[in-house]
């Protein structure tokens, strides 16, 4: 089993409109949790960090939860320029990143 | 956050052949880190770069085939070695630089073997 698993879709999105995935992770122990975007062609860059309370900035919501071991990202109001691949991405004790393949999101005019 | 620079940007490189990638930190970071990301795949670790001591490697890759120096807490390099069309990817350096900042990502290199 993947260490974290996404839907890679795409998702196709009608500008405006909301948006939300989920990543599954398989390892109880891991410490911390990001929502990364990464471009085409380029690197990946910070979204987020998910905390356990859940967190929002601006149009992005994340929520953990840690029993069933997923995350989820919610883009409200989504703009053209939102499309990118969402890397679900979990650190474990060690500093080690593990990353999901990512959801790729396609804002449509 | 860090600011990271990593070139070459891109190379096309026979088999056979080595291949050097730098990474260059604007600020003394611990934490160095080497990543490839093969196309429709999602990064995977190579190595953890350590100032001072060999790299610690992920399961899957070797110092032979990845040589990686870390001289200093700003500067790392990776040599992809006796290159294969297999070994064709992106390549990216990551740091730690701290909480707020998280982990900051290189350009990437990206290699393609002919």
């Known amino acids: 089993r993947k260490e974290v698993e996404q839907d890679p879709g795409p998702f196709n999105v009608p500008e405006g409109a909301t948006v939300a995935f989920n990543c599954t992770y398989s390892n109880s122990a891991s410490q911390s949790f990001f929502w990364y975007r990464q471009d085409c062609r380029k690197e990946p860059k910070l979204l987020m960090s998910v905390y356990s309370s859940g967190n929002e900035d601006g149009r992005f919501t994340a929520q953990l939860n840690r029993a069933s071991q997923y995350i989820s990202l919610l883009i409200r109001d989504s703009k053209l320029s939102d499309s990118a691949t969402y890397l679900c991405v979990v650190l474990y004790g060690n500093n080690r990143l593990a990353f999901g393949k990512g959801n790729q999101v396609v804002v449509i005019p | 956050s860090a600011v990271i620079s990593q070139k070459p940007s891109r190379d096309i490189c026979q088999r056979g052949t080595s291949l050097t990638i730098q990474c260059q930190v604007d600020s003394q970071v611990t934490m160095m880190f080497w990543y490839r990301q093969q196309p429709g795949q999602s990064l995977t670790l190579i190595a953890t770069a350590n100032q001072g001591s060999e790299a610690t490697y992920e399961s899957g890759f070797v110092i032979d085939k990845f040589p990686i120096s870390r001289p200093n807490l700003t500067f790392s390099t990776l040599t992809v070695s006796n290159m294969s069309p297999e070994d064709s990817s992106i390549y990216l350096c990551?740091?730690?630089?701290?909480?707020?900042?998280?982990?900051?990502f290189g350009s990437g290199t990206r290699l393609t073997v002919v």
């Open positions: 990551s740091v730690y630089f701290s909480v707020g900042a998280g982990y900051t």
